[in-house]
């Protein structure tokens, strides 16, 4: 019985282990051609270079990338598919993508990437589903 006493004593007083979850972004739009590169961004980072990338291939139009351990808070995807496979995001004359591009919520970038806020979703413990419509 003493035993059972400080086992449970001795569990509550561990630190609590932070839960994280599974963040699947689904990506439509994709063209015939290269992989889609996806970035999940936390709020720290923004959403041009970040830690947490995938890089997967699209069928049918769609293209889906699992980001494990992700932690509730503000998360933003940034993505492109890279037709080409040359390994970058493409710019016509004008400065403007050339590559299907997008971002969560889908975000207006205007002259540079949105501001994170405008891209931000709040993910729970459990992580959840971030849908991307890619585009010219």
């Known amino acids: 019985m003493t035993r059972l006493f400080l086992a449970a004593l001795a569990a509550a007083t561990l630190p609590a282990v932070a839960v994280a979850g599974t963040v699947e972004v689904r990506l439509t739009?994709?063209?015939?051609?290269?992989?889609?590169?996806?970035?999940?961004?936390?709020?720290?980072?923004?959403?041009?270079?970040c830690a947490r990338t995938a890089t997967v291939q699209?069928?049918?139009?769609?293209?889906?990338?699992?980001?494990?351990?992700?932690?509730?808070?503000?998360?933003?995807?940034s993505a492109f598919q890279d037709v080409n496979s040359d390994g970058r995001l493409g710019f016509g004359m004008m400065g403007r993508p050339d590559?299907?591009?997008?971002?969560?919520?889908?975000?207006?970038?205007v002259m540079g990437p949105p501001a994170f806020r405008d891209a931000a979703v709040n993910l729970t413990d459990?992580?959840?589903v971030i849908p991307v419509r890619l585009g010219l």
Do not use: K
Not at 58 to 77: I, T
Not at 99 to 109: I, T
């Open 29 to 49: 739009g994709a063209q015939p051609g290269g992989p889609v590169m996806v970035q999940l961004c936390s709020e720290a980072e923004g959403l041009m270079q």
């Open 58 to 77: 699209a069928r049918n139009g769609v293209a889906v990338a699992r980001f494990e351990h992700v932690p509730a808070g503000r998360w933003g995807v």
């Open 99 to 109: 590559e299907p591009w997008g971002y969560s919520r889908n975000a207006p970038a």
């Open 126 to 128: 459990a992580g959840g």
